[in-house]
């Protein structure tokens, strides 16, 4: 009896005692050995006919001994190869990644332990062996952590049988369940079903006998796995039926995703991938209970569900797979290599979707429309997210109400409507679109012609905080629009009403740009009005204030009256300019702050 390797054996004894839920997965890592040793000879083939047959694995189930064979008839072993692969974890960069980072758990669920995950289920493990182009054929043979044997066997074709001597069926560990046809069938299907080569097991069904109500017993060899997945059919060749068929077989969705593409990429990075806009937003899409990502598959092998790291949080509403060749190889041993290919397959992606949402705007504005109603927050929330840095990639995938329509717009649609002495971007916040249509500045601006943009969601005046410009025009509140009027004969008068406002606002100004309105409330400064609500509404934040700026329409009757009273009655001056800053309060969609005192003040003006 020979010994394993002193990290063979670490690895060997984690998985003889895993109390991992996910044990059907030594399947998945056995066919996948399988289909690598096919690979390997299909490889050689291209040169050498001898090496050409009907590449395929097989499993058999013998329900008396107990056994599951996986066998294939790829490059297979020699006893030297037998030593080495499955005695040693050569450098495995699988475990050493384990001990500085992640629970066994983890380990095993997301990137598979390879050979060593037959012992989550079998005592003992015999592997026949015969390596293409030699004459003998070896046994391997391994009963756990105390050691193996090798020895001469018989085989006649090269390849290998993994033979697995399940363990004993008890109440805390089922066994059983794999010597089921059904069972072993489902977990091809789960995950394996785009393995290239044929899996085929003998399968036993009932049917009626002919001419007699008696039914017989049939058994055929049938082949598992639906071999070419959807995503790497030929596009032209896929109907939008198929499409929606694997959305809804796979994610169990019954409403109609709005968009799917499917993209592919040759050269420094190959991968395939299938994405779907689902029809609406998951309901805790914006809470931290949602698990977003997309399913990682290295040629066709599902390695992880739902893979995070492939999706940026602004994108994940997206479902789909992606598949990548250039992963396979390297998925178990090299981590930190696949972690820097899982990055750059993550940027490709990333880049491949904004493209696809741009070319959407354009192609099909209604469809872009719906999607961006659904998660246009989310997208909003990735401009805004670590101080901008995605601000350049998501800037033209952006929409907006505005006052040109009752459509969406983009900022370039925006800019290319400006006028011409128009020199920036105008937006208006605030609670609703009435609001924002009646406030005193969007009037002042719609009447010179100027279009404004509608923010409403939460988020938004954020977000032109943090782009602060497009294609080199700013992007300001609309208030900046105004003009500011100096007139000196009235400064002494606007002295007097600011200093009877106490440390409600900081200055009283004239401001001849806001229509029909008497006056209307400004914020100096980064923080606006409707930021300062925003903040306000969460308890962190409470007290944090814009610095206030009451602006008064200059051509307003209201002001002769100010005039008159400042000549002969100051207190009544007072009450005014209290009414007309509650009034701009209001206008700004805020609150006053003693309704009931607002009110008794302009019954005494009207009486
Ligand atoms: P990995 O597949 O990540 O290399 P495994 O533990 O699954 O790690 O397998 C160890 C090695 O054993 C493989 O790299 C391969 O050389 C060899 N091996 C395993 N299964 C087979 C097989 N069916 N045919 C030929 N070689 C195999
Ligand atoms: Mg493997």
């Not at 066994?175 to 097991?201: F, G, Q």
């Not at 009932?206 to 070419?228: A, C, H, P, Q």
């Not at 229509?515 to 007290?543: D, F, H, Q, V």
Request: proline share 2%.
């Amino acid at each position: 009896m020979k010994k394993f390797k002193a990290e063979s054996q670490r690895l060997l004894e984690l998985m003889i005692n895993s109390i991992y839920t996910n044990k059907e997965i030594f399947l998945r890592e056995l066919i996948s050995n399988a289909s690598d040793a096919l690979d390997k000879l299909h490889f050689i083939s291209l040169t050498d006919s001898t090496a050409a047959r009907d590449f395929e694995i097989k499993i058999e189930l013998d329900k008396k001994e107990r056994t599951i064979a996986v066998i294939d008839n790829g490059v297979g072993m020699n006893e030297k190869e037998l030593e080495e692969n499955l005695g040693t974890i050569a450098n495995s960069g699988t475990f050493k990644f384990k001990a500085e980072n992640k629970t066994d758990e983890e380990l095993i669920g997301q990137f598979g332990v390879g050979f060593y995950a037959s012992f989550m289920v079998a005592d003992k493990v015999t592997v026949t062996s015969k390596k293409f182009g030699e004459n003998e054929a070896h046994k391997w043979e391994s009963c756990g952590s105390d050691g193996y044997t090798v020895s001469p066997a018989e085989r006649s074709e090269c390849g290998i049988t993994v033979l697995l001597h399940l363990k004993p069926d008890t109440e805390d560990e089922h066994t059983d369940e794999y010597l089921s046809e059904w069972r072993i069938s489902e977990l091809v299907k789960k995950y394996s079903d785009y393995i290239r080569y044929p899996i085929t097991m003998l399968c036993t069904s009932e049917r009626k006998k002919e001419g007699s109500d008696e039914y017989e017993e049939i058994k055929e060899v049938k082949t598992l796995n639906s071999r070419l997945p959807i995503w790497k059919r030929n596009k032209n060749e896929v109907s939008k039926e198929d499409y929606m068929a694997f959305y809804r077989s796979k994610y169990f969705d019954m409403t109609e995703p709005l968009h799917y593409f499917a993209a592919s990429t040759e050269g420094a990075l190959t991968y395939n991938a299938l994405i779907y806009v689902p029809g609406k937003a998951p309901y805790d899409y914006y809470t931290s209970d949602y698990k977003r990502g997309l399913s990682l598959y290295a040629n066709g092998v599902l390695i992880m569900e739902k893979c995070e790291d492939l999706l940026p949080d602004y994108f994940g509403f997206l479902r789909g797979i992606v598949d990548s060749s250039d992963l396979s190889l390297n998925i178990s041993r090299e981590m930190l290599q696949k972690d820097r290919q899982l990055k750059a397959l993550a940027a490709g992606i990333s880049k491949r979707i904004i493209s696809e949402f741009t070319k959407l705007m354009t192609s099909d504005r209604e469809t872009y429309e719906k999607i961006f109603l659904e998660y246009g927050a989310s997208i909003k929330f990735g401009v805004y997210e670590s101080f901008g840095a995605k601000k350049d990639e998501l800037k033209d995938i952006i929409l907006f109400r505005s006052s040109a329509s009752d459509k969406l717009t983009s900022l370039n649609e925006y800019v290319s409507r400006m006028r011409e002495e128009q020199k920036e971007i105008y937006y208006a916040a605030g609670r609703s679109l009435e609001s924002i249509e009646r406030m005193p500045q969007v009037e002042g601006a719609k009447a010179k012609g100027y279009e404004v943009l509608y923010l409403t969601d939460q988020i938004d005046e954020f977000v032109m905080k943090v782009l602060g410009e497009y294609n080199g025009k700013k992007i300001s509140p609309v208030g900046v629009a105004s003009q500011e009027v100096k007139d000196d004969s009235l400064k002494d008068m606007l002295a007097f009403m600011t200093e009877s406002l106490g440390d409600k606002v900081k200055d009283v100004r004239l401001n001849a740009d806001i229509g029909n309105y008497p006056a209307c409330l400004t914020a100096e400064g980064e923080l606006s009005l409707e930021m300062e609500r925003i903040l306000n509404a969460m308890p962190a934040n409470k007290g944090i204030k814009a610095t206030r700026i009451l602006e008064i329409n200059p051509a307003h009757p209201i002001i002769e009256k100010a005039k008159v009273l400042f000549e002969g009655d100051k207190d009544e001056l007072k009450k005014l300019t209290e009414i007309l800053y509650d009034e701009a309060l209001l206008l700004a969609g805020l609150e006053v702050s003693d309704s009931a005192n607002f009110v008794l003040k302009i019954n005494e003006m009207i009486k």
